[in-house]
């Protein structure tokens, strides 16, 4: 068996043989005519001039084969107290009654559809019927608001919407149907149609003309076959949290996505065909595409979906119950739900109640992973816990511990090596080589591997400007750190003004903006501050137009309640302080990273350009106040 050093090596030396063999597990309708091409712009393309459809090969493809009756998917609802189970045969039965009930509002190849929708399997069913059909999805969150619905209707434009009336959250029931009539609203675009999921315990009202019910839609529906698209086409677009406030529309194609993701199923995770494999993460978020949705179907396993959380439904077991009852052999989260899981139960007395013996390995993503949840959860499991490191961007890992090929020694603090066609290398300002062990920008080599993103969608421009022109040649990921003389990376921060809470991406400019806009804010900043269960945590730091006298209190609610109806709750936003003035260099640039060293706890060291330096007591006092800074 070859190493993964071999493995490796063959991926950077020979990229177009070593991707066009791994492209023969999949079924195409025409082979690609170039397995590379490296004229194509803004970035080169894989596998130019071939035709397949990703539905086929997630679903189709099974049950041709004679797979039929294999569990392709899971619902496991705890908040629902349901648990529901699809062969591949009558998911791709499900999928292509509602592919026809899409494609009959006219929805066809290249067209673009919203999908807003809770952890229910018509979330899975939507992506996969859109895939049949040759349609683009953007999947939206369903945690943020109607504003951030709206920006994306905008941006790629739907001609139909796909949503259920309610999402459940332990604490209460998430009317969705609100949310997107206001967002329609707000849009300059009008999608055509929005078809509704009417679901328990809360049905939605439907708007006559526009609006139709799911069950209807798909019983009146002829089943649609599957599109081939060409393997450039885009699949999906996802929008990702960048500096500004206008998140980003990352493409991804169908065949590249496709093939790396198979890839990835076999060689990093070590899942094959018939093995339960969870990601407890969400299908609005891109683990949840890769690897609730296309990665476990396309390697034909059967995937979960949970609608539940890692504690309080009901318990801190929940996860160890859902890994025994199904016999999940891999499973993938973020390392914010086992802390959480952590703190609820240290002692793993609720983990002792469940046999994990099928478990093989935990996968944790999403965000950096401190050693001591790492240890934590290696010594209850007794199991490789393997922290890895990849973008929304990318599609999957950059870095992790391919345990399909061989298991590379575990260092806590390390998502271990560069997976196959990701050359890692970590420059200085300059664009040089920094030497091992010394912090720079983590970049990627050029081209990016299959599956990663080809643009940002209808905008090429954005896409060199955020990505491609820092570094000419390399692909910036906006993360900093080393290689140790191992090879190993290590993740450190962060380069720009991107935050990471609880595993989800977030842009402190996006936050200052809805701050901002509140009519008694002259100024304001935000920064991230670390958080033992949600890794970060985003803090704003507000200054009041002159003559402003109301009460604090009054004021900070209403500024966190403006960020929770403008972005959503999913922003967490609950730390605000008033201060007098921000710390700013002479030229005037928010000095944000000293505040979050001085609210960190971190050495720091005044500014040489700072314009005021007192100013920076008074900070520190008011983050002290808030349990922050020493
Ligand atoms: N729809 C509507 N609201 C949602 C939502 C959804 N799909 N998901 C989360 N929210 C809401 C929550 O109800 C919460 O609202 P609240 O302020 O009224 O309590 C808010 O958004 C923040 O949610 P979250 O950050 O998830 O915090 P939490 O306190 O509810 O739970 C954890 C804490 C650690 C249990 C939770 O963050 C978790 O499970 N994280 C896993 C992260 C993950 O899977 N990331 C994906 C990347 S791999
Ligand atoms: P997202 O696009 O939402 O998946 O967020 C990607 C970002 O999360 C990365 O650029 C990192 O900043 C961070 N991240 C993801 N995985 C890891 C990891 N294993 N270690 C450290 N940071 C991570």
Redesign the pocket.
């Known amino acids: 068996m070859p190493t993964y050093a071999e493995i490796y090596q063959r991926s950077i030396e020979h990229p177009g043989a070593f991707w066009a063999e791994a492209a023969e597990g999949l079924h195409w309708e025409q082979r690609w005519e170039q397995v590379l091409d490296r004229t194509a712009q803004p970035t080169p393309r894989w596998f130019a001039g071939g035709r397949l459809n990703t539905c086929y090969n997630a679903l189709d493809r099974h049950v041709d084969a004679g797979h039929g009756e294999r569990l392709a998917l899971i619902y496991d609802s705890p908040v629902t107290d349901q648990i529901q189970r699809y062969s591949y045969q009558a998911l791709r039965d499900q999928v292509a009654a509602l592919a026809g009930a899409i494609a009959a509002q006219g929805v066809g190849r290249g067209d673009r559809v919203i999908i807003y929708m809770?952890?229910i399997p018509e979330a899975a069913m939507a992506m996969l019927a859109c895939a049949r059909l040759g349609a683009i999805h953007s999947v939206v969150?369903?945690?943020f608001a109607a504003r951030e619905l709206a920006t994306r209707i905008d941006d790629c434009q739907p001609k139909l919407v796909l949503s259920a009336s309610c999402?459940i959250?332990?604490?209460?029931t998430?009317a969705y149907k609100p949310l997107i009539d206001a967002a329609i609203e707000q849009a300059t675009h009008k999608p055509t149609a929005c078809i509704i999921k009417q679901r328990p315990p809360l049905a939605a009202e439907l708007q006559p003309g526009r609006d139709l019910d799911w069950d209807e839609a798909v019983a009146a529906a002829e089943p649609a076959d599957c599109v081939p698209v060409a393997a450039t086409d885009p699949l999906y677009i996802l929008y990702t949290s960048g500096t500004t406030g206008r998140p980003k529309g990352v493409v991804r194609d169908n065949g590249g996505h496709a093939v790396a993701l198979h890839w990835s199923m076999a060689n990093i995770y070590g899942a094959h065909a018939g093995d339960v494999f969870w990601?407890?993460?969400?299908v609005?978020?891109?683990?949840?595409h890769s690897y609730i949705i296309y990665g476990p179907l396309l390697a034909g396993c059967t995937t979960l979906i949970y609608e539940g959380?890692?504690?309080?439904t009901p318990d801190p077991g929940a996860f160890w119950r859902v890994v025994s009852e199904h016999g999940v052999k891999v499973m993938?989260?973020?390392p914010?739900?086992i802390?959480?899981i952590k703190k609820d139960d240290p002692k793993g007395e609720h983990l002792a109640r469940y046999d994990l013996s099928g478990l093989q390995s935990l996968f944790l993503?999403?965000?950096r992973c401190d050693p001591d949840t790492l240890h934590w959860a290696e010594v209850l499991l007794e199991k490789p816990v393997i922290d890895h490191w990849w973008q929304t961007e990318t599609g999957w890992a950059i870095a992790a511990n391919p345990l399909g090929i061989e298991q590379l020694p575990i260092k806590a603090g390390s998502p271990t090596r560069a997976m196959v066609g990701y050359d890692v290398r970590i420059l200085d300002d300059q664009g040089q080589e920094r030497p091992v062990g010394e912090m720079g920008d983590l970049c990627l080599k050029l081209p990016l591997p299959p599956g990663c993103l080809p643009t940002l969608w209808n905008n090429d421009e954005r896409f060199r400007e955020a990505y491609l022109s820092a570094h000419p040649g390399y692909y910036l990921s906006g993360d900093a750190g080393f290689k140790d003389a191992d090879d190993y990376i290590w993740i450190m921060s962060r380069t720009d003004d991107v935050i990471n809470?609880?595993?989800?991406r977030l842009s402190t400019g996006q936050i200052e903006e809805v701050l901002a806009s509140h009519p008694d804010v002259a100024e304001c900043a935000v920064i991230g501050v670390h958080d033992a269960?949600?890794g970060q945590l985003p803090l704003g730091l507000v200054v009041l137009k002159a003559g402003v006298e109301r009460g604090v209190a009054e004021l900070n609610a209403e500024l966190i309640q403006r960020v929770?109806d403008q972005i959503?709750?999913?922003?967490?936003f609950?730390l605000v302080a008033i201060v007098s003035r921000l710390p700013k260099t002479r030229s005037g640039k928010i000095l944000r990273s000293t505040m979050v060293k001085i609210a960190d706890h971190e050495t720091w060291t005044m500014p040489a350009t700072i314009d005021d330096p007192a100013i920076l007591d008074e900070i520190a006092a008011s983050l002290r106040e808030m349990g922050y800074a020493r």
Do not use: C, Q
Not at 279 to 282: E, K, T
Not at 568 to 572: F, K, L, R, T
């Open positions: 809770p952890m969150f369903g945690g999402g959250e332990p604490n209460r998430v990601a407890a993460s969400d609005g978020w891109v683990v949840g959380k890692p504690v309080g993938f989260t973020a914010t739900a802390r959480a993503a999403g965000e809470v609880a595993g989800h269960l949600k929770r959503g709750p999913v922003a967490a609950k």
